[in-house]
């Protein structure tokens, strides 16, 4: 018998590919079906898209991630700059909210049919000075349960140095600043007529004491700085969001000066520079209140330049506005400007929110006229308490010797009420309104100067007594 030649038939050969091909099919679709599980389960990392895209502003990008899976839908926004260590960590706040939600829509056992959950970061981008930008994302999560819960995170980013401003950095690490700023936001709150009904003052007191970092989340936008805080970090609901909007003539004496605002049209008149003074010298500080006034202003201002002398204007908003072109002869003529309140009310008897129209009204008619602030403030009758003063950003200066122009309008009297009172480091209250003093000023510095005293501002005389 021939032994048969040991050769597979066609039919098996066929047979034995085929089942390779359909085990090789079927270990390729359990493992494509098996990851495919996997993805179901862990939607979060991959089911994303991520876009860039240009801003309106040069070197800004805005960020996109969204998920698009209904059972965890989200949409995130944030801003890429040029500067990536400042992206790494934008990036790291947006995947640290990411990740919260995930994991708290995973702690929930079974997911409600009826609840759509929903993360969204939403980011606005405010210009200012042309080169700095607000960032201020809003995040909104809502994951079942009571309201939706908005927090904000903001950035300021300086675009011509590359770099993240702090809000220390906006206070020139200025202590005291702090400490006018975290008054000023703290007594906002607790008089926030929207807010009255759910504010917890135990939180707003914690919330806005003066450290800086409690202030790290503003924005600059229009003619104020906003500060924001999250839904129920000082309140019981979230039916109003907080955001305190100090207005920029209260916060511009604070800022460190690369963040002030200037008003151009006025730009080259400067405030009088505070100078070195011989601590053992004779120095007294003029100040003229109630003004400006056509005809006695000038003659003062006249009478102050015969001597060498610089004074202190403590100005009110409602005359500022109409002789603007005085204040401006005041200021060339290195004389101090101060505020004085708009009407010259008894401004303790005022609440927080009249205060604060009285002293910004004539801050801004000041600006307008000079193109910046007052340096310092006198409030009428010198009625002031903390309420007032934490309404003020400047500097609350009161006198030493009251020489009463106001009451015997006599410019012979000047004097005598001068020479009876008269002690070194003096501050003297008169009124440029009347005549009178006008007509008695003359014989008041020639008296001073042949005793050897010089005349300073009341800024000058402050540093000069702070000193001691
Ligand atoms: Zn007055």
Do not use: C
Not at 189 to 200: H, P
Not at 362 to 387: K, L, M, S, W
Request: proline share 5%; aromatic share 10%.
């Amino acid at each position: 018998m021939q032994p048969r030649k040991r050769r597979r038939k066609p039919m098996i050969d066929f047979i034995l590919i085929a089942v390779l091909a359909s085990l090789t099919a079927a270990i390729v679709f359990f493992v494509l079906s098996d990851s495919g599980k996997n993805q179901a389960n862990k939607p979060k990392e991959k089911a994303n898209h991520i876009s860039i895209e240009n801003s309106a502003f040069d070197g800004i990008s805005i960020a996109t991630d969204t998920s698009n899976n209904p059972k965890v839908p989200y949409a995130l926004h944030y801003p890429k700059t040029e500067n990536d260590a400042f992206n790494k960590e934008v990036r790291a706040y947006v995947t640290t909210a990411k990740k919260a939600y995930l994991a708290e829509l995973e702690s929930l056992d079974q997911q409600d049919e009826d609840i759509v959950p929903s993360l969204n970061i939403d980011l606005e981008t405010v210009p200012f000075k042309e080169h700095y930008f607000s960032f201020v994302l809003t995040n909104t999560t809502y994951t079942g349960g009571a309201d939706e819960k908005s927090m904000v995170k903001t950035y300021f980013y300086d675009n011509v140095n590359k770099q993240q401003v702090t809000a220390a950095e906006l206070l020139g690490n200025n202590k005291e600043y702090l400490n006018k700023l975290a008054e000023y936001v703290q007594n906002d709150l607790l008089t926030n007529e929207e807010l009255q009904a759910s504010i917890i003052t135990d939180n707003v007191m914690a919330a806005t004491t003066p450290k800086f970092e409690n202030f790290e989340r503003f924005a600059i936008r229009g003619d104020a700085i906003e500060f924001y805080f999250d839904d129920y970090e000082v309140t019981a609901s979230a039916a109003s969001t907080p955001v305190v909007a100090v207005p920029l003539n209260f916060i511009n004496p604070i800022l460190a000066e690369a963040y002030q605002v200037e008003n151009t049209s006025a730009k080259n008149i400067l405030s009088p520079p505070v100078r070195e003074l011989d601590p053992n010298g004779k120095y007294v500080a003029l100040t003229f209140d109630d003004g400006p006034e056509p005809g006695s202003t000038e003659k003062i201002l006249d009478v102050l330049d015969k001597y060498n002398a610089k004074a202190t204007f403590f100005l009110l908003g409602n005359r500022v506005q109409y002789y603007p072109e005085l204040v401006q002869e005041e200021l060339k003529r290195g004389h101090e400007i101060g505020n004085h309140s708009w009407s010259h009310p008894v401004l303790t008897n005022l609440s927080v929110a009249q205060v604060q129209q009285e002293v910004n009204r004539t801050e801004e008619a000041i600006r307008n006229a000079i193109g910046q602030g007052a340096t310092v403030f006198r409030p009428p009758y010198g009625a002031v308490n903390d309420t007032v003063k934490a309404q003020i950003p400047t500097p609350v200066i009161l006198w030493s010797i009251d020489t009463l122009d106001w009451k015997h309008r006599n410019a012979s009297q000047l004097l005598p009420m001068v020479q009876k009172a008269m002690h070194n480091h003096a501050t003297i209250l008169m009124h440029d309104i009347h005549q009178s003093t006008a007509d008695g000023l003359d014989g008041v510095l020639a008296y001073l100067s042949a005793e050897g005293y010089e005349f300073i501002t009341v800024s000058e005389m402050e540093k000069l007594t702070s000193q001691k």
